[in-house]
């Protein structure tokens, strides 16, 4: 990378004038940032209404009960860490939340209020809070008062509630007949556990891991308490073979596996729906010759893609950003043959990015397409109407989004999944694009466009484990050491409001901070805080939001939307997302809307923008991995700045920390069905 300096760098964000000379010190500054996020609190929380503001006057376990489910409805932490490496105690750790995502972007109906005031009257007998009535009718149904009662365990099924949590519910309720050996204990545990895998990425846990996590919670029998869940419907069990047997008369050996009906049934379904792609040919909608014209008049691997997608109804393509021109290609070449083609990709950000480069308003968000609010719209049959679909973005597919998306393809359709393989896996479970590039179980189409420039360079370096010194002379790539919290924020402040747009000529409003979490001294809270006090002050006279803050709006956990706050009224807050006027009811903003001009990595995969300042404190270093690095860094197109203070972790994570392994059945699943799997 380049040398340690920023182009015309301050060290203050007035004046050229040394640190040493800065009227406020770096310590300062973070306390300055620190005190902004309080007085912030302290508005909202005199703001809340209705149930919030009963929340807010709560204390002990039950204020951290609410607080915990809270956190994971906003997206601030991961609903728990049980399937997470062992990480060192930082001094104020900041892990890359991993949340659960539903497939469908809306959330379920609200529960009647009949069915909440009947929960809420059990929560209060068993001291927890009030305003978790609604969460718990929503993941309990209508019998949610009778489970909770007959079943207190029962609940662990809302969303960021601990085991510690719901012990302590149990015994509220039941007294001495709550210990640890109950058995509704351990079967809610075990399902427990098995969700919180899932928001790690794995579809299904081996029993091994299962039963070994469910001693650590003190869990007497787990085997036994793996049977009994199993027997009672709560999970499915799974017999996968393992290689081959070694004699005639011996058996083949096999691994046992466990895990929820939802994401067996949607890996299940995955498999069949891209069998029947695999092995059906795709609809005769154009002449060879014209196909071969097409590939013919585009280059290198363009024409590659387009003569396989041509056969096939599935392909898989792998590429960076310059490698998109190539699925436009694909499209540009299948509207030209009068054929139904578009592309879907991750966010309403790449969808404009992707737009530019295709003919026609054939661009859509996967999100959008499921539901019906973008895209072609759905056949008699209802089944997408299109001859051709190009996703990008696939790496961001879990298996119950790739699932809806097979099956929502008619026969004779072609499927072109189009990604990098490098960044950042799914936040729902699954890994469904490394899966299908392991299998090799249809056409793969490799990029031979690298990403141009220094930038380019870099981000193609970690790619393979390497972190290269890259010559930057117009300062595309810029490294700017700290020593320590304040000094970090302070740097990340000074780059975004003066340093990039005065040396670079890219505004703030075109720079994005990205940063390994929310919490910690540097987390996205913080920094958000002392960027909005610098960019856009004001009193927070919505919620904490002013019009012109940036945001970051979640409307289902594991999907987040960048814009902007252009307003407010009686019906909420007014946000603008890529063009697209938003009104978030007040009650929903505290959960779903957080200022945005620094996101993570999770939140920031899908887009790009002019400069990015990627921000790297001391304790964001057991956060780090290739991936995370890799999809911070490759977020930039024309400038990178990295706010430096991980030492040497930063090489040691790029060189030796891949991606977490994810425990999945694609692969298993769809072996048998591929041509030549009776042989």
């Not at 149990?170 to 709550?178: H, P, V």
């Not at 992707?354 to 054939?362: E, H, L």
């Not at 990205?514 to 996205?524: E, F, Q, Y």
Request: include cysteine; glycine fraction near 10%; proline fraction near 9%.
């Amino acid at each position: 990378m380049s040398t340690p300096e920023t182009p015309e760098e301050p060290r203050s964000a007035d004046d050229g004038t040394p640190a040493e000379g800065a009227q406020v010190s770096e310590a300062e500054a973070e306390l300055a940032a620190q005190r902004l996020e309080r007085e912030r609190i302290e508005r909202r929380k005199a703001e809340r209404q209705g149930p919030i503001e009963a929340g807010a006057k709560l204390s002990g376990t039950a204020a951290d009960l609410l607080a915990a489910v809270r956190a994971v409805e906003s997206g601030e932490k991961p609903p728990a860490t049980v399937f997470e490496e062992a990480r060192p105690a930082p001094r104020r750790p900041a892990p890359e939340p991993v949340r659960r995502a539903p497939v469908v972007p809306e959330g379920p109906a609200a529960p009647a209020e009949g069915i909440v005031g009947e929960v809420r009257e059990v929560l209060t007998r068993g001291g927890a809070p009030a305003a978790l009535a609604a969460p718990a009718a929503a993941a309990l149904g209508e019998d949610a008062a009778d489970l909770l009662r007959e079943d207190p365990w029962q609940l662990l099924r809302v969303p960021g509630v601990r085991p510690e949590q719901a012990d302590g519910f149990a015994r509220a309720l039941l007294g001495g007949e709550a210990g640890p050996d109950d058995e509704r204990r351990g079967r809610a545990l075990t399902v427990w556990l098995l969700e919180q895998a899932a928001a790690a990425g794995h579809t299904v846990l081996e029993t091994a891991a299962l039963t070994e996590a469910l001693g650590r919670q003190g869990v007497p029998g787990p085997e036994d308490a793996v049977r009994n869940a199993i027997a009672e419907g709560d999970v499915l069990v799974f017999q996968d073979a393992v290689g081959e047997a070694v004699g005639e008369d011996e058996e083949q050996p096999v691994r046992v596996l466990v895990g929820l009906e939802r994401c067996a049934l949607a890996e299940e379904s995955l498999a069949d729906g891209l069998a029947r792609l695999i092995n059906s040919a795709p609809k005769q909608d154009g002449a060879a010759e014209e196909w071969e014209r097409a590939a013919s008049a585009a280059e290198g691997s363009a024409a590659d893609l387009i003569r396989a997608a041509s056969g096939h109804g599935l392909v898989l393509h792998t590429g960076g950003e310059a490698a998109l021109a190539e699925p436009a290609a694909l499209l540009n070449a299948a509207h030209g043959m009068g054929l139904r083609a578009w592309a879907a990709t991750h966010s309403p950000v790449g969808r404009e990015r992707f737009a530019s480069r295709v003919d026609g308003p054939a661009v859509a968000t996967v999100a959008g397409l499921l539901s019906g609010a973008e895209g072609p719209g759905r056949d008699p049959e209802g089944a997408l109407a299109v001859d051709l679909l190009v996703v990008l973005d696939a790496p961001q597919l879990d298996v119950e989004t790739a699932a809806l998306l097979s099956e929502s393809l008619p026969d004779g359709a072609r499927l072109v999944l189009s990604g990098d393989p490098a960044v950042l896996w799914s936040v729902g479970p699954g890994r469904v694009f490394a899966d299908l590039l392991a299998a090799r179980a249809c056409p793969q189409i490799a990029s031979r466009r690298p990403d141009p420039g220094p930038l380019g360079e870099l981000v193609s370096g970690i790619g393979v484990g390497e972190l290269l010194q890259v010559e930057a002379p117009e300062k595309e790539v810029v490294i700017v050491p700290v020593r320590d919290a304040g000094e970090a924020v302070h740097r990340t402040v000074q780059l975004v409001a003066d340093s990039v747009p005065r040396a670079l000529r890219v505004p703030a409003e075109e720079t994005q901070v990205i940063t390994p979490g929310h919490g910690g001294a540097v987390g996205t809270r913080v920094l958000n805080a002392a960027l909005k006090e610098r960019l856009n002050p004001g009193p927070g006279r919505f919620a904490g939001f002013d019009p012109g803050d940036r945001v970051a709006w979640s409307p289902a956990p594991g999907r987040t939307l960048p814009g902007r706050v252009v307003g407010a009224d009686g019906q909420g807050l007014r946000l603008d997302c890529a063009g697209e006027t938003v009104v978030v009811p007040r009650d929903r903003v505290e959960q779903t809307v957080r200022h945005g001009w620094a996101l993570t990595a999770h939140q920031a995969v899908g887009a790009r923008w002019p400069a990015a300042v990627v921000v790297l404190p001391g304790d964001a270093v057991p956060a780090l991995s290739r991936p995370w690095i890799y999809t911070a860094f490759s977020r930039a197109d024309r400038h990178l700045s990295v706010v430096h203070g991980v030492d040497q972790a930063l090489q040691r994570a790029v060189a030796e920390v891949p991606a977490k392994p994810r425990t999945t059945r694609l692969p298993v699943l769809l072996a048998p069905q591929l041509p030549g799997a009776a042989d």
